[in-house]
């Protein structure tokens, strides 16, 4: 019941790395899949999440502009394009997949969670 995640690595502040996550052969064609990060706070962030069913997207304002998430409802995929990597983007990014709410993410405590993956953005 896990979505799979790929992508992610150590990459130079400006340049870009492709994360990828295929939704669990379970999940709803309505699901929203999402990437979030843990941060320094006790919650995962919610970074950008796309909902399978009609396309809707979300991005977190520090993302916005740089990130661009896509995804494709036959497959339950969805990619995250990130560009213009800064170091303050370090850290371990999961994949959600699950019902989502005003701003097309799952909700986290009723998700689905990744094993997640670690991005390293160097100066």
């Known amino acids: 019941v896990q979505p799979v995640e790929s992508g992610g690595g150590l990459v130079q502040a400006g340049g870009s790395l492709t994360l990828t996550c295929t939704a669990s052969?379970?999940?709803?064609?309505?699901?929203?899949i999402g990437w979030f990060r843990q941060g320094s706070g006790p919650n995962r962030e919610g970074v950008s999440c796309?909902?399978?069913?009609?396309?809707?997207?979300y991005y977190a304002p520090s993302v916005k502009g740089r990130f661009t998430i896509s995804g494709n409802n036959s497959t339950k995929t969805v990619y995250l394009q990130m560009n213009d990597l800064r170091p303050e983007d370090t850290d371990i990014y999961y994949c959600?997949?699950?019902?989502?709410?005003?701003?097309?993410?799952?909700?986290?405590?009723?998700?689905?969670w990744g094993q997640g993956t670690q991005i390293t953005v160097s100066e």
């Open positions: 052969e379970d999940a709803r064609s309505f699901y929203s």
């Open positions: 796309f909902s399978l069913d009609d396309g809707r997207t």
């Open positions: 959600a997949q699950g019902v989502g709410g005003a701003t097309n993410c799952p909700y986290p405590s009723l998700a689905d």
